[in-house]
Structure formats: structure tokens, C-alpha cells
């Protein structure tokens, strides 16, 4: 079984609307959350990570956990054109020693 | 802005050869990463480094995979014999522990391997 969970998509969401992009992680002790950008054929790139239940804002991007739920999620509001790329989620378990991401969920804004 | 530096960006290789990848991580990040991408899959970690000490190797091929990290600085990996199925991304990352014991892991640009 795999221990980060994403749906493949493409998603696909019109210009301006928001994005929502969801991540379930096995039940082990976890501590850290991330969500990465990686354009098609470039390294995946920090955009958002988050340490404690509830809301973080940065910008445009809005990462929401639960931990109880084993859920982590992305809101991109406002979406654009060039936020059109793969998301990947990353769990840091075990206190660092430990990360594992993904498959990513690809999501395409359309003009 | 500090980053992570890779080379080559690219290499492409016939199958039963030798390739080597260099990675140069952020200055004073004691922790370093080798990963594989394989199109359409997330990064999955070969080698995880804590300074020249190697802390998970426990999914690199090891008959043909080597990673080093002598001086706990840059470092080295290597396919020997390179086969088909090793064409992917290899990912390149370091990161610091903040002092609540946070980590952040920061990604170079890739070296990505075709072997014909």
C-alpha cells in the first residue's frame, strides 16, 4: 500500500476559478507536509508546507491539514494559466528521517 | 539565492555503460538526497546522505547503483552497467533541520538519463 496517495487527475479548472488539490498519507507518525510544483521536464520546486492542523496562506496558495483525517490538501485561488504543472504532496514521517511523495495530481488551467 | 547544482543536465548512454552524476548541495545542508523520477511518478528516494554517512539506501539497486559522499559536501552517483529501464530524471536535493526539528528539502535541476 502505497503511503502518499494522490489522484493522477489532470485536473482541469477554468482560468480565475480555484484549484483543489487533495493528498491522503498512510497512519504513521508524521510531522511535516509539503506541497511541491514541478513544471514537465524541470526539478519540483517548495511552494507550501505546513506543520499543524488547520489553515496555511501564503499568497494565492492556501494548504489545509488534518491530521486525524490523515488529509492534506492546496487551494489555489485565482488560478492562472502558468500554474498549469503537477502537484506533488511529500510527508516527512519519523521525524526527518523519512519523506515520501506522491505521484502527483497534474493540473491544467485553461484561458 | 543558494541552490543545488547537478551536472550533467543530460546524458544519454548506450546500456552496459558507466554514467555518473554530481550533485553540490546548499552550502552548510548536512542532509542529501538522490532520487529517481520516472515520467509520471512522484521522486523516489536511492540514497539519503547525513553528512558522509549514509542514513537509507534501502532502495538502491546496489549491483549496479554507488553513491558517495567523501567529505560530506558533494556527491557522487554512479549506474554501472547502465540498462534500459534506468532512463529517468535523478533528482539531487539537500536540506536543513530548522530547530523545531522541521525539515526542508530543496531540489536541483536533474540530470536526465536516456539509455538507448
Known amino acids: 500500500q502505497k503511503e502518499v496517495e494522490q489522484n493522477s487527475g489532470p485536473l482541469s479548472v477554468p482560468e480565475g476559478a480555484i484549484a483543489s488539490l487533495n493528498c491522503t498519507y498512510s497512519?504513521?507518525?508524521?510531522?511535516?507536509f509539503f506541497w511541491y510544483r514541478q513544471y514537465s521536464g524541470k526539478s519540483p520546486e517548495l511552494i507550501m508546507s505546513?506543520?499543524?492542523?488547520g489553515d496555511k496562506e501564503d499568497g494565492r496558495f492556501t494548504a489545509q491539514l488534518n491530521k486525524a483525517s490523515q488529509y492534506v490538501s492546496l487551494l489555489i485561488r485565482d488560478s492562472q494559466p502558468s500554474d498549469s504543472a503537477t502537484y506533488l504532496c511529500?510527508?516527512?514521517?519519523?521525524?526527518?528521517?523519512?519523506?515520501?511523495f506522491g505521484a502527483g495530481t497534474r493540473l491544467f488551467v485553461k484561458a | 539565492e543558494a541552490e543545488v547544482a547537478q551536472s550533467p543536465r543530460y546524458k544519454i548512454t548506450e546500456k552496459s555503460q558507466a554514467v555518473a552524476f554530481w550533485c553540490d548541495p546548499i552550502?552548510?545542508?548536512?542532509?542529501l538526497y538522490w532520487y529517481r523520477q520516472i515520467l509520471g511518478q512522484g521522486p523516489e528516494l536511492l540514497v539519503q546522505?547525513?553528512?558522509?554517512?549514509?542514513?537509507?539506501d534501502s532502495q538502491l539497486p546496489k549491483d549496479r547503483f554507488s553513491a558517495e559522499r567523501l567529505k560530506g559536501v558533494d556527491s557522487t552517483l554512479k549506474i554501472q552497467p547502465a540498462e534500459l529501464g534506468d532512463s529517468a530524471m535523478y533528482l539531487c536535493?539537500?536540506?536543513?533541520?530548522?530547530?523545531?526539528?522541521?525539515?526542508?528539502?530543496?531540489f536541483g535541476p536533474g540530470t536526465r538519463l536516456l539509455v538507448l
Open positions: 546522505f547525513q553528512d558522509e554517512s549514509v542514513v537509507d
Open positions: 536535493a539537500s536540506s536543513f533541520f530548522s530547530g523545531q526539528g522541521k525539515e526542508t528539502q530543496y
Open positions: 497512519d504513521r507518525v508524521s510531522q511535516s
Open positions: 505546513i506543520y499543524s492542523n
Open positions: 511529500a510527508v516527512n514521517f519519523q521525524g526527518g528521517f523519512k519523506t515520501i
Open positions: 552550502s552548510g545542508h548536512a542532509t
